[in-house]
């Protein structure tokens, strides 16, 4: 916690306590730390009327045309969420990329982006769209 100072109480082999006073570490502003951003300041209402059923026998693969794949913003068990910005509005969406490989069937995503598309709810995140990239 920067700014604070740490006071701990230790005891000895004597019985006796002393005290430790630990500084706050000055930061380096040059340290290779990733910049933070905001998110809450990207974040745009999406207009549930908008939402357009995806037919999955038909899916495009033309994400790099369409998306700029930025930093990987977590990992799960089954694939990676990244911040993408999607060229035509400038507007940032997560994606999540899932490698499909032993363990993880064609199938089951398949069956993921077909729930997913089925839900319709402010409260819940929405299937924007979905790609078929053949392993990803």
Not at 27 to 42: G, S, V
Not at 51 to 74: F, R, S, T
């Amino acid at each position: 916690m920067e700014g604070f100072t740490k006071d701990f109480l230790i005891p000895n082999s004597h019985g006796d306590v002393s005290r430790e006073i630990e500084e706050p570490k000055k930061r380096n502003h040059d340290d290779d730390e990733p910049e933070l951003i905001n998110y809450d300041r990207l974040d745009a209402k999406v207009d549930l009327s908008e939402h357009k059923p995806i037919d999955i026998n038909h899916l495009p693969n033309d994400l790099q045309a369409k998306y700029i794949i930025c930093e990987e913003l977590g990992q799960g068990a089954y694939g990676t969420v990244y911040r993408a910005i999607e060229k035509a509005t400038g507007k940032t969406w997560a994606a999540k990329m899932v490698k499909v490989r032993p363990g993880v069937k064609r199938e089951d995503v398949l069956h993921e982006i077909t729930i997913m598309n089925e839900l319709n709810h402010e409260k819940l995140l929405n299937l924007h769209e979905a790609f078929d990239l053949g392993n990803e």
